[in-house]
């Protein structure tokens, strides 16, 4: 999924909870957007991988895309790892959450892509594909173009009506 789907969708599945918890401020939104991209660290040519050069040609090359940044091994790794940064320089803990909640969504998203998710690893590599090879998108195609324009006009729709 291209970045841009999946802070679309991110956004437009957690701004009801954003608003029903009180949480609606810009870091919170700030950090969930980044956890939305965040697992693509991975990836050297994503949007993410992109302007972390460095880190994520490191990444990639000992882990592999989809590889322990997308399991629950990278979720547990990045939430200690953003609140122990978030405590030392003395910002919300609560933005951590946010992250890891978008964080969590991408890996979500991804694992209705038509290769899945090894969600297991390092334990298990096989990848689990939500939608039973039945249900799935492919990145860049048509049918993720639909999931972008539904998530658009979802997000506009809570922005306006709610």
């Given at each position: 999924?291209?970045?841009?789907?999946?802070?679309?969708?991110?956004?437009?599945?957690?701004?009801p909870?954003l608003?029903?918890?009180?949480?609606?401020?810009?870091?919170?939104?700030?950090?969930?957007?980044?956890?939305?991209?965040f697992?693509?660290?991975?990836?050297p040519?994503?949007?993410?991988?992109r302007?972390?050069?460095?880190?994520?040609?490191?990444?990639?090359?000992?882990?592999?895309?989809?590889?322990?940044?997308?399991?629950?091994?990278?979720?547990?790794?990045?939430?200690y790892?953003?609140?122990?940064?978030l405590?030392?320089?003395?910002?919300?803990?609560?933005?951590?959450?946010?992250?890891?909640?978008?964080?969590?969504?991408?890996?979500?998203?991804?694992?209705?892509?038509?290769t899945?998710?090894?969600?297991?690893?390092?334990?298990?590599?096989?990848?689990?594909q939500?939608?039973?090879?039945?249900?799935?998108?492919t990145?860049?195609?048509?049918?993720?173009?639909?999931?972008?324009?539904?998530?658009?006009?979802?997000?506009?729709?809570?922005?306006?009506?709610?």
């Amino acid at each position: 999924m291209l970045y841009k789907t999946h802070v679309t969708v991110t956004y437009a599945l957690a701004l009801p909870l954003l608003m029903s918890t009180d949480s609606l401020f810009i870091g919170n939104v700030v950090a969930l957007g980044i956890g939305s991209v965040f697992p693509d660290i991975d990836h050297p040519r994503s949007y993410i991988g992109r302007r972390l050069q460095g880190v994520s040609h490191i990444v990639g090359k000992i882990f592999g895309h989809r590889g322990l940044a997308h399991s629950i091994v990278g979720i547990f790794f990045f939430l200690y790892l953003s609140r122990f940064i978030l405590f030392h320089l003395q910002l919300p803990i609560e933005w951590g959450d946010w992250f890891i909640l978008g964080y969590i969504s991408h890996m979500v998203e991804d694992s209705f892509s038509k290769t899945g998710v090894a969600w297991l690893q390092p334990i298990y590599n096989k990848r689990i594909q939500f939608g039973f090879k039945r249900i799935f998108y492919t990145t860049g195609k048509f049918t993720e173009t639909v999931i972008f324009l539904i998530s658009c006009g979802g997000l506009v729709y809570q922005l306006f009506y709610f």
